[in-house]
């Protein structure tokens, strides 16, 4: 089992900056596939950005351009670098993992306890 921990979340104003990161407790196959999700109050759970096994990347079209994802794997650590921030981007950001290499089923099995972000205008 693998024990993800987000850290990072904030309050910013609208244009501003903030990075998430997720450690994970172990290297293996069950973090091969990485990625962060959002949930806003009374919306449902979004896929923000995901990271495969060979680093290749996926965004929503939402933040495409305002947000980088990455991952260092000697330090068993995902980042989401959220920049241009807006109002619409508050919301409780979790990362996930799974034993899924390439993300295509998007089953993810591990999943962390989540930070919140709050954009005000």
């Known amino acids: 089992q693998v024990h993800l921990m987000e850290s990072g979340g904030g309050a910013v104003q609208a244009g501003g900056s903030l990075r998430l990161s997720c450690a994970a407790s172990k290297y293996g196959a069950s973090i091969d596939c990485m990625g962060w999700f959002r949930q806003a109050p009374g919306k449902e759970r979004e896929t923000v950005a995901t990271w495969d096994r060979d680093g290749r990347t996926t965004y929503v079209d939402s933040v495409k351009g305002r947000f980088t994802i990455s991952k260092d794997n000697a330090k068993l650590t995902l980042y989401l670098q959220m920049n241009s921030l807006k109002p619409e981007d508050t919301a409780m950001y979790y990362c996930?993992?799974?034993?899924?290499?390439?993300?295509?089923?998007?089953?993810?099995?591990?999943w962390g306890q989540g930070t919140q972000v709050t954009v005000s205008s």
């Open positions: 996930a993992s799974s034993y899924d290499k390439y993300c295509s089923r998007g089953t993810y099995v591990y």
